[in-house]
T-cell receptor, first 111, second 114 residues
Framework: QKEVEQDPGPLSVPEGAIVSLNCTYS??????FMWYRQYSRKGPELLMY????GNKEDGRFTAQVDKSSKYISLFIRDSQPSDSATYLC???????????FGQGTRLTINP | DTAVSQTPKYLVTQMGNDKSIKCEQN?????MYWYKQDSKKFLKIMFS???????INETVPNRFSPKSPDKAHLNLHINSLELGDSAVYFC?????????????FGQGTRLTVV
């Protein structure tokens, strides 16, 4: 069993839809939770990160962490074709230096 | 100005060859990493250096040898390349005091072994 599980998709939705991306994890010691966006043939770029449980909002993006369920989510409101990319969740143990990634979900927003 | 830059971007080589990938960051970060992304997009850490010192060395064949001449550079040398080494290799950097919550990645080096 992988430490971080993420449905690879692909996920295809119409423009303007609300997108929900999710990851589950097995190690309850994870403290930092991140979402990266990776366009085709590019490196991952950090979208958002949260520390421990709770919600964080940034524009059209909302990240949620539920540590009791070991479940994190990324919501994208008013999705745009430019949001089409692979979204990777990642997590870190307190004081550790390495990111543990999910497999990534490939998302396509159709105009 | 590119924050984390890798060269080359593409690398096609034959089995058994030795090759190097170079990485440089101009962000002033203390920590640098090498990650490998396989054909299913799964990203996994290989090595991490902090101020030129190796701090993470995952289960990687010893044909892979990282070298950090200074904290702005982290190179990856691969000996006796195998077909299974074909992947995209990403360099990244982050600030130590922030953990890895803000890691910046390079564009990747797409290695194809034939």
């Amino acid at each position: 069993q992988k430490e971080v599980e993420q449905d690879p998709g692909p996920l295809s939705v119409p423009e303007g839809a609300i997108v929900s991306l999710n990851c589950t994890y097995s190690n309850s010691a994870f403290q930092y939770f991140m979402w990266y966006r990776q366009y085709s043939r590019k490196g991952p770029e950090l979208l958002m990160y949260t520390y421990s449980s709770g919600n964080k909002e940034d524009g059209r993006f909302t990240a949620q962490v539920d540590k009791s369920s070991k479940y994190i989510s990324l919501f994208i409101r008013d999705s745009q074709p430019s949001d089409s990319a692979t979204y990777l969740c990642a997590m870190v143990l307190e004081g550790a230096q390495k990111l543990v990634f999910g497999q990534g979900t490939r998302l396509t927003i159709n105009p | 100005d590119t924050a984390v830059s890798q060269t080359p971007k593409y690398l096609v080589t034959q089995m058994g060859n030795d090759k190097s990938i170079k990485c440089e960051q101009n962000l002033g970060h203390d920590t640098m990493y090498w990650y490998k992304q396989d054909s299913k997009k799964f990203l996994k850490i290989m090595f991490s250096y902090n101020n030129k010192e190796l701090i993470i060395n995952e289960t990687v064949p010893n044909r892979f040898s990282p070298k950090s001449p200074d904290k702005a550079h982290l190179n990856l040398h691969i000996n006796s390349l195998e077909l299974g080494d074909s992947a995209v290799y990403f360099c990244a950097s982050s600030q130590v005091h922030r953990g890895v919550s803000e890691a910046f990645f390079g564009q990747g080096t797409r290695l194809t072994v034939v």
